[in-house]
């Protein structure tokens, strides 16, 4: 077996919610309402794991012990995007610009978009 990759060479995996700036900037109300939505169904997976998990393998067809697994490791929060995960995206863009997968450097700081700002 070849390791490809050890857990401690890679960064927190997260997932973001991505928006034109322009739509997120001319309706920062109906942003930060989906947002609060978006945390409340992630409060109620976190509480339903089980229930979730029926409803995700009979609506997939997946076994319900794998859909089980991986629903038990995750953690089901939405948070603002801060400093710090921004800092650890911008290590993922240098990498990917290094290796070529981007064409061209970016600024992972400059794309965040803050309720108000």
Do not use: C
Not at 14 to 40: K, P, W
Not at 43 to 48: F, V
């Amino acid at each position: 077996m070849r390791t490809l990759a050890k857990w401690s060479d890679i960064t927190e995996q997260n997932s973001f919610f991505m928006a034109r700036r322009a739509y997120a900037e001319a309706n920062q109300q109906i942003v930060t309402r989906l947002i609060g939505a978006f945390g409340d169904i992630a409060a109620w997976a976190r509480g339903h794991r089980p229930e979730l998990a029926t409803l995700l393998a009979s609506s997939t067809g997946m076994p319900i012990d794998a859909v089980q697994r991986g629903i038990d490791r995750a953690p089901f929060t939405v948070l603002p995007m801060t400093d710090d995960l921004a800092r650890s995206q911008q290590v993922i863009a240098d990498r990917f610009q290094k290796l070529g997968l981007i064409p061209a450097a970016i600024r992972v700081r400059d794309q965040v978009w803050r309720a108000g700002a």
